[in-house]
């Protein structure tokens, strides 16, 4: 089974604090996804990767940057946390072609 | 992508299949029908997808109108670990393209 694994389960930062989300897939996949989810809003994409280096925008990308030196890690970075950042985070990845979409459990993160 | 319509929420009892409906009226010749479940606190599972004939596995089994314009997703014995929202997305099958939840179905399975 493919796995996609996120660094934290729970996160607590301070506003104005520089924040690394990390994600890791083990199964060669090209494509690799950060989503934000909020109640009433539904899931959101920030950004996405479709290869080594290579970065998309998604529909919320302000205040987010991402990197993906190796294939197999997606780092969401916040560069200046501020409290309505405060969400649940979703790291996925997918094969070119876009069968099955895999997630991660998710990050809940939390500025203060 | 194709718009999609479901149910906010359904109740099943235990044991009893669940037919979750969508419809996707403006689906293209090139769209799939996705299905993806989430579960409290956990990120989205995918579940089945299908391009114009019905599908099955191990999870459920889509059935897809031969209009391709609405389809129902069964799971065919539910238990109570099938409580969860349910997403039904429509999108073609290409490249970095991303997955857009609608609202999906709150489903609840009883005792």
């Known amino acids: 089974d493919v796995k996609v694994t996120q660094s934290s389960r729970y996160l607590v930062k301070r506003t104005g604090e520089k924040v690394f989300l990390e994600c890791v897939q083990d199964?060669?996949?090209?494509?690799m996804f950060w989503y934000r989810q909020d109640p009433g809003l539904g899931l959101r994409l920030i950004y996405f990767?479709?290869?080594?280096?290579?970065?998309e925008k998604g529909d919320i990308p302000e205040g987010y940057s991402v990197s993906r030196e190796k294939k197999e890690r997606f780092s969401l970075i916040l560069e200046s946390a501020s409290t309505n950042q405060t969400s649940m985070y979703l790291c996925?990845?997918?094969?070119?072609?876009?069968?099955?979409?895999?997630f991660g459990s998710g990050t809940r993160l939390t500025v203060v | 992508d194709a718009k999609t319509t479901q149910p906010p929420s359904m109740d099943c009892a235990e044991g009893r299949a669940a037919n979750l409906p969508c419809n996707h009226s403006?689906?293209?010749?090139?769209?799939?029908v996705y299905w993806y479940r989430q579960i409290h606190s956990q990120g989205p599972q995918y579940i089945i997808h299908?391009?114009?004939n019905n599908e099955t596995n191990e999870m459920a089994s889509l059935i897809i109108t031969e209009d391709r314009k609405s389809s129902t997703l069964i799971l065919p014995h539910a238990t109570l670990r099938d409580t969860a929202v349910y997403y039904c997305?429509?999108?073609?099958?290409?490249?970095?393209?991303?997955?857009?939840f609608g609202q999906g179905t709150r489903l609840t399975i009883n005792p």
């Open positions: 996925a990845s997918t094969l070119e072609g876009g069968y099955g979409y895999t």
């Open positions: 199964m060669d996949h090209e494509n």
């Open positions: 990767s479709y290869d080594v280096k290579m970065k």
């Open positions: 403006t689906i293209s010749g090139n769209e799939y």
């Open positions: 299908g391009l114009k």
């Open positions: 997305i429509v999108r073609v099958l290409q490249g970095a393209q991303k997955l857009v």
